[in-house]
């Protein structure tokens, strides 16, 4: 479909970051124009007079499979919250219910400008990449490993990260996904990696998310997390760590050197009280490629973008006792060009010959006045402007309405089935 969108406030995150008032083509699924006055046909039209229109914002820390936890196991540190709430019921669910929890999570994410996710799921991988294709989302999507859980075995687990290692399908790709130091052995850490040099794919793991961690893994290696990790060659440009949080100055060294993806949760490590604060100031600075995750709705409570962008920044200028620590346009590049940059895709920005996946805002009155566009958006802006989103070519919302899916059902079936689950 040949798209035109008229009249817009773009925000192009192109090499300039230039911010103009401007016209959009897009012909199949890239942007062909970005100009001040285009005058071709087009399928649709979208009158954006003062609308803004951004790249889709990405995701790159999810677990869509527990969206159907959301609001569960409250109040609990990361240790029990797992042990005694989440892990018990992942234990309960089946892929279908994965596909049902990750097309509710889809609508969230294009309701919030997401168009692009990474993520970590106890099951389900296919059904979770089928809910992403079916609501028309980019999706980077890994099975977790983990063979130091009771009932899993090294064994059993390669054969799981074999079986899932299916074939790039439209919007969807897979990688591997070892769980963390604490859950995965030695060997299993190294053949994850040996497999995704192999096959070419991603490796996403959790990594220094608490301090317990990092003296665990410090006593039995002898090693800090990250030169551990390293030691197994699992420190470079296609390694996905999320949060990342307790670390040396040594091992954010080691990760600008190596031009390691940093994915900063700030949402849920507050809520799960991890403590250490992302020094993502640090990481940018080293060379390290910082990206931002919600994590999962279980220990954020929503995918919101907007939210994470916004904390991400605070969080910076408490850490470091200096309002200008960051500009708040990096943030932006966090959530669109480096997660673009971090997977591997051609988005991220709008400009010529860049995929078509852009979201319009409507600024209403918590955007008003506009002295900055990206200053509302970072600070400002929620889903509720939201209007249109376009990923890959294709309209996913319209003035509000979500073209893919049926919202009605899934969110029924999703209250419905939160409660089976919970029952058995």
Known sequence: MDI????????????????????????????EKVQEKIDEKAELVIDAKNRIAMPGLINMHTHVAMTLFRGYGEGLPLDRWLKEKIWPMEAK??????????????????????????????????????AAEEAGVRGHVCQGLFDLLPGRTIKGELAVMKDT?????????????????????EELLRKSKEFAIKEKRKVHIHVSETRKEVFDTQKKTGKRTFEYLDSLGLVDSDSLFAHSSWVTKKEISLA????????????????????????????DKSGANVCIGTDSVASNNSLNMFESMKLASLLQKHKYWKADIIPYSRILDFATRNGAQALGIDCG?????????????????????????????????????????????????????????????????????????QAR
């Open 165 to 185: 290692a299916f074939p790039k399908s439209g919007l969807v790709s897979y990688g591997v996904g070892p769980h963390a130091v604490y859950t995965c052995s």
């Open 4 to 31: 035109l969108i008229k009249g817009a406030i773009v925000i192009t995150q192109d090499s300039k970051r230039r911010i103009v008032k401007h016209d959009i083509l897009i012909r199949e699924n890239k942007i």
């Open 256 to 283: 600008g050197k190596k031009k390691l993806n940093i994915i900063h949760c700030p949402v849920s490590n507050l809520k799960l009280a991890t403590g250490g604060i992302c020094p993502v100031f640090e990481y």
């Open 349 to 421: 920005r709008i400009e010529q010959g860049a995929l078509a996946d852009i979201v319009l805002l409507k600024p209403g009155p918590n955007m008003t006045p506009m002295h900055d566009p990206v200053s509302n958006i970072i600070y400002a802006a929620n889903p509720s402007n939201v209007t249109d989103v376009i990923i890959n070519g294709r309209p996913v919302m319209v003035e509000g309405k979500i073209k893919t899916l049926d919202e009605g059902a899934v969110l029924a079936r999703a209250q419905e089935l939160s409660r089976e689950i």
């Open 93 to 130: 669910e089946t892929g279908a219910d994965a596909h049902v929890a990750a097309q509710l999570a889809m609508i969230e994410m294009i309701r919030s400008g997401t168009t692009a996710f990474n993520e970590m799921c106890l099951l389900g991988a296919k059904e979770i990449g089928k």
